[in-house]
């Protein structure tokens, strides 16, 4: 996809005032930059989760899956 994000489902790897990390648990090796949720709500470390990001980084955490 050359200019939009796919939506994955992924895991919260941590939890910081920078933001979420999450790795993902549908391609390997896959790891977000800090990214925030898109409703303000709040996860913690372990949590599974859909997110997506752009190519250039940014993206936002969905929901708890």
Not at 44 to 49: A, H, L, M, Q, S
Not at 55 to 61: C, E, M, P, V
């Amino acid at each position: 996809m050359e200019y939009g994000a796919i939506i994955e489902r992924g895991k919260v790897l941590t939890v910081k005032v920078e933001g979420y990390t999450v790795a993902s648990l549908d391609r390997e090796g896959i790891e977000s930059p800090p990214i925030f949720p898109m409703d303000g709500r709040s996860y913690t470390v372990g949590d599974t989760v859909y997110y997506f990001l752009f190519r250039d980084g940014t993206g936002r955490i969905l929901c708890k899956a």
